[in-house]
């Protein structure tokens, strides 16, 4: 299947400083991908839905201000958490779709990331 | 209404058993329902994936049972292993975004 590769695996920051997530598609192109993030035994929720050329659309009760989105490539997505605090300490996990091989099908995840925040 | 409803919440079974992971949904617009394996740290990898289309489909040891009069499916893992051990996700999805269960916790013991 098609690879998205996340990076880094695991960070851990100061509070108020900010970080940087990379989500790529090694093997494909993809014009949209997803974020999640993921609490400890819970589900994984939608964070936004980060669109090659133009702005991320985020879900309801996601601040864009905080959670800053780049999709510069058709290959690369960047999630920049700002001003981090410890409330933002969770599991991120990017996703993407290779819309070429199959179109409104099979969602790819990365490895994801996790952040703490002291 | 986007909620996916996954049950149970984690589940035992012995080696060789077939533990058996049900979901229910009530968007009638959602087409495409894939099943997710997580294992800790990790991210969630792909399963297998059913479209409404069918009603069954078998991939390997898994089979997903699709009803959907009843707006159900589950996940049926045959001759299960120690290695299935993990929590798994059920999802649907309409358009480009999925919609996640809750998850399901499973250990299989020796």
């Known amino acids: 299947g098609a690879v998205v590769s996340q990076h880094p695996s695991w960070v851990i920051c100061k509070s108020g400083t900010s970080v940087k997530i990379e989500c790529r598609s090694l093997d494909f192109q993809a014009t949209t991908m997803f974020w999640y993030r993921q609490f400890p035994k819970q589900s994984l929720m939608l964070m936004a839905t980060?669109?090659?050329?133009?702005?991320?659309?985020?879900e309801q009760g996601v601040e864009k201000d905080k959670f800053l989105i780049n999709h510069a490539s058709l290959t690369l997505s960047t999630l920049t958490v700002t001003s981090a605090h410890p409330e933002d300490s969770s599991f991120y996990i990017c996703s993407a779709r290779d819309q070429s091989r199959d179109p409104g099908g099979k969602l790819f995840f990365g490895s994801g990331t996790q952040l703490s925040v002291l | 209404q986007q909620q996916v409803k996954q049950s149970p919440q984690s589940l035992i079974v012995q080696k060789g058993g077939i533990p058996i992971i049900n979901c229910a949904y009530e968007?009638?617009?959602?087409?495409?329902f894939p099943w997710y394996q997580q294992f800790p740290g990790k991210g969630p990898a792909l399963l297998i994936a059913?479209?409404?289309?069918?009603s069954e489909k078998k991939e390997g040891r898994f089979t997903i049972s699709f009803n959907k009069s009843a707006k159900q499916f589950s996940l049926h893992i045959m001759d299960s292993q120690p290695g299935d051990s993990a929590t798994y996700f059920c999802a649907a999805s309409g358009n480009e975004k999925l919609t996640f269960g809750t998850g399901t916790r499973l250990t299989i013991i020796p």
């Open positions: 059913i479209r409404p289309d069918v």
């Open positions: 980060s669109n090659e050329g133009s702005k991320a659309t985020y």
């Open positions: 968007n009638t617009a959602f087409d495409y």
